[in-house]
Nanobody
């Protein structure tokens, strides 16, 4: 069982930055595929980025060039650095994890077994 706890959300102005953290429990964190999703009110959960255990990263087009996902396996933590934030980035941000090593693009919520409770990010205009 893996438990994920997000932190770092808050209120920021347009153009500002935030760094989200996701602390994971479990001894095999380093082998897990980790991802960030977000969900705005009335909308479906949206993929943002994922990072494989070998460090390979993949981003949604909507955040490419602005957001960076990274991981520190020694700290069992994955990060999401968010720059040039826009009001449309406002959402609850979720960390997700899955132990299955697969090929292909893993950008659907159903492809992740473990989820955090979410952290609110609000970008004011």
């Amino acid at each position: 069982q893996v438990q994920l706890v997000e932190s770092g959300g808050g209120l920021v102005q347009t153009g500002g930055s935030l760094r989200l953290s996701c602390a994971a429990s479990g001894r095999t964190f380093s082998s897990y595929r980790m991802a960030w999703f977000r969900q705005a009110p009335g909308k479906e959960r949206e993929f943002i980025a994922y990072i494989r255990w070998i460090g390979y990263t993949y981003y949604a087009d909507s955040v490419k060039g602005r957001f960076t996902i990274s991981r520190d396996n020694a700290k069992n933590t994955v990060y999401l650095q968010m720059n040039s934030l826009k009001p449309e980035d406002t959402a609850v941000y979720y960390c997700a994890a899955d132990p299955v090593i697969t090929r292909g693009i893993m950008d659907r919520p159903s492809q992740y077994n473990y989820w955090g409770q979410g952290t609110q990010v609000t970008v004011s205009s």
